[in-house]
């Protein structure tokens, strides 16, 4: 099971990596082309906006895995072991809890805009793939955060008594 886990991560890195890269290198043509040649694509803004998305709610899920992302702590490090525990695994289950229902709303959203057949303005794809990171990554940023506070809860605290 671990061996699927790490090969899912490193496709999730391969691909907000070169995700990234590919958002960079057409930016880049899309400068040149506008300012040296005067021409400029009128589907890269849609591309750009679009690939954005992807990767802000991919390096969000990522985010989650590593624990980088900002907390404010102080109070809770204060706090005596007992209570820190329980309130890393709240906030960890709170989280879950509020990624999973965004989860759930943006699929509804998702088959809404697949009911609806809309494509883009420019770049013609259907809205609804436009729309598939969110609850996507939503869900996997549930379950992640499921997962950390499931592991804040097994996690044996200084002191306490081996069961």
Known sequence: ???????????????????????AFIGFIQ?????????????????????GVFIAF???????KTGSHF??????SNL????????????ACLSAVFFLVVAWVSWKIVLRM?????TSPTMQIPMYIAYLPI??????????FLNLGLTHLRTKSPGEAAP
């Open 114 to 118: 697949y009911g609806f057949e809309t």
């Open 31 to 51: 400068v040149i082309t506008r300012y040296i040649f005067n021409y400029s694509f009128t589907w890269f803004e849609e591309l750009g906006r679009y690939l």
């Open 58 to 64: 991919a390096g969000a899920a990522t985010g989650v």
């Open 71 to 76: 907390t404010m702590d102080l109070m809770v």
């Open 80 to 91: 005596s072991q007992p209570w820190q525990k329980i309130i890393k695994v709240f906030t």
């Open 135 to 144: 609850p996507a990554f939503s869900t996997l940023m549930g379950a992640r």
């Open 1 to 23: 099971m671990q061996r699927l886990f790490d090969i899912l991560d490193r496709m999730e890195k391969f691909t907000l990596v070169w995700t990234i890269l590919g958002l």
